[in-house]
């Protein structure tokens, strides 16, 4: 009878988690354990793997990537866990195994799952998912006040958490468009520094202009309305600069929209870099969308509200685990794309944090009567975050912001068509460019 000798690479770098509440040890103890409501419990950032014996279960939030690679061996398999597909892929070359690789043989941990994988030999059977983060639908009221309050009373209080452990003198930055997600970011990091007694001088309004775009305009005059035009730091950049190239290597996918974002995100991020080479921490709006469902519905012939209002995180999560359409290569939604924002600010060390990102905001927001407050109607549904953050923002900061329509980051920081220019939105030339790294 053969022997099987298993083994577990962990490429997870350890200075990525950022848990709040408990040692990586025992979070890992609780992912170890099976136990969805131990491991809802852990606090923060994180990407984990632990190991008992044959069995190996690996668990993420929904703000960090975790991959994992099977690979076979005459003495048993190994099982590759890291952040990145091309660090997978120099481990198995270091260790002449690179002929069995393909990155679609890559797999993402969905966000919000504890993921169990035994490592048994071949042929090693599917992992097990079990769910750890299940927020219940419209358990709030019709309030469009109060659910404002609870909203971002609940931002206050993950934002509130997050500058607590931050070192003391270091600078805050603000990845701004002066939409309704990155304003009512800036507005109540604001709020916060003063109510801990902060000095709010260590915050700054970052906004990308690559030439004639809105975004610039927009900022300035949110930031007036509020009296903080202070804060505004414009960067600019060459839109020649944009290397789509570039973007994909880093952010390791090929889907157009999330292309487009993740070169405006490298772009900022190198400006700042540059301009700033000891800054460390940003902060983001990204998530918000996600929560209240504030995507263009007619520009995904897949979607109908109904779809959108009856699927549980559908923007966050995708379809879901076990459906037809869920990739296991990526996952979906946010799970997948939130690389866009990761993966660009940890390529020029920054440490980025998205506070719409953590289960308590997501956890409010899926709470909200969705089907109740917009009966089916598309208008009032893109209305509604708006309304919802509005009045969530002056109900907790006392503050009156300003809204703008809804656009998208790389629409906002140069013109639709000079992007075009740069930028052509053809998926399937992305995912050749893609592929070829590997070939």
């Known amino acids: 009878m053969d022997h099987y000798i298993e083994q577990l690479v962990d490429l997870i770098p350890l200075s990525a988690n950022r848990i709040l509440n408990m040692s990586a040890d025992e979070a890992r103890e609780r992912v170890l354990s099976g136990n969805a409501e131990a491991v809802r419990q852990i606090d923060?950032?994180?990407?984990?793997?632990?190991?008992?014996?044959?069995?190996?279960?690996?668990?993420?939030?929904?703000?960090?990537?975790?991959?994992?690679?099977?690979?076979?061996?005459?003495?048993?398999?190994?099982?590759?866990?890291?952040?990145?597909?091309?660090?997978?892929?120099?481990?198995?070359?270091?260790?002449?195994?690179?002929?069995?690789?393909?990155?679609?043989?890559?797999?993402?941990?969905?966000?919000?799952?504890?993921?169990?994988?035994?490592?048994?030999?071949?042929?090693?059977?599917?992992?097990?998912?079990?769910?750890?983060?299940?927020?219940?639908?419209?358990?709030?009221?019709?309030?469009?006040?109060?659910i404002g309050r609870r909203y971002i009373g609940t931002l206050a209080d993950e934002i509130a958490k997050w500058?607590?452990?931050?070192?003391?003198?270091e600078p805050i930055g603000v990845c701004f468009s002066g939409g309704i997600d990155s304003g009512a970011v800036f507005l109540t990091t604001y709020h916060v520094l003063k109510k801990l007694g902060i000095n709010p001088a260590r915050l700054k309004a970052f906004t990308l202009n690559l030439g004639e775009g809105?975004?610039?305009?927009?900022?300035?005059?949110?930031?007036a309305a509020v009296?903080?035009?202070?804060?505004?730091?414009?960067?600019?950049?060459?839109?020649?600069?944009?290397?789509?190239?570039?973007?994909?290597?880093?952010?390791?996918?090929?889907?157009?929209?999330?292309?487009?974002?993740?070169?405006?995100?490298?772009?900022?991020?190198?400006?700042?870099?540059?301009?700033?080479?000891?800054?460390?921490?940003?902060?983001?709006?990204?998530?918000?969308?996600?929560?209240?469902?504030?995507?263009?519905?007619?520009e995904n012939p897949e979607l109908t509200i109904r779809s959108v209002v009856h699927n549980q995180m559908l923007y966050q999560e995708g379809w879901g685990v076990g459906r037809i359409k869920h990739s296991l290569t990526y996952s979906g939604g946010l799970s997948r794309s939130y690389a866009r924002t990761y993966a660009p600010a940890r390529h020029f060390?920054?440490?980025?944090?998205?506070?719409?990102?953590?289960?308590?905001?997501?956890?409010?927001?899926?709470?909200?009567?969705?089907?109740?407050?917009?009966?089916?109607?598309?208008?009032r549904l893109y209305a509604l975050k708006g309304e919802v953050v509005g009045r969530g923002i002056e109900a907790i900061t006392g503050i009156k912001m300003p809204t703008f329509p809804k656009r998208r980051?790389?629409?906002?920081?140069?013109?639709?068509?000079?992007?075009?220019?740069?930028?052509?939105?053809?998926?399937?030339d992305y995912r050749k460019q893609f592929l070829s790294l590997y070939q």
């Open 214 to 223: 809105p975004d610039i305009k927009q900022a300035r005059e949110f930031l």
């Open 349 to 379: 060390g920054f440490e980025g944090f998205s506070p719409f990102t953590r289960p308590g905001v997501v956890e409010v927001a899926e709470g909200i009567p969705f089907i109740e407050l917009t009966d089916y109607n598309v208008d």
């Open 409 to 428: 980051f790389q629409h906002g920081a140069v013109r639709v068509e000079s992007l075009r220019q740069h930028l052509p939105s053809r998926e399937a």
């Open 44 to 146: 923060g950032s994180f990407a984990l793997v632990a190991r008992r014996g044959k069995t190996v279960k690996m668990a993420r939030s929904l703000d960090r990537p975790l991959r994992y690679f099977l690979a076979k061996r005459q003495e048993g398999p190994a099982l590759i866990v890291a952040e990145r597909i091309d660090s997978i892929f120099q481990w198995l070359q270091e260790h002449g195994l690179a002929d069995q690789f393909h990155p679609g043989y890559t797999r993402m941990v969905p966000a919000h799952y504890v993921v169990e994988i035994h490592l048994i030999g071949c042929p090693d059977p599917d992992p097990t998912y079990t769910r750890f983060f299940d927020p219940r639908p419209n358990t709030m009221p019709r309030d469009l006040t109060e």
């Open 163 to 169: 500058v607590r452990q931050l070192p003391e003198p």
């Open 227 to 298: 009296g903080l035009g202070l804060f505004l730091e414009e960067i600019e950049a060459d839109l020649d600069s944009l290397d789509v190239g570039e973007t994909i290597r880093v952010v390791e996918d090929y889907k157009a929209l999330d292309i487009e974002a993740a070169s405006m995100g490298l772009t900022l991020c190198r400006a700042i870099r540059q301009r700033y080479p000891d800054w460390r921490y940003l902060i983001d709006g990204d998530g918000g969308d996600e929560n209240l469902k504030d995507y263009p519905i007619e």
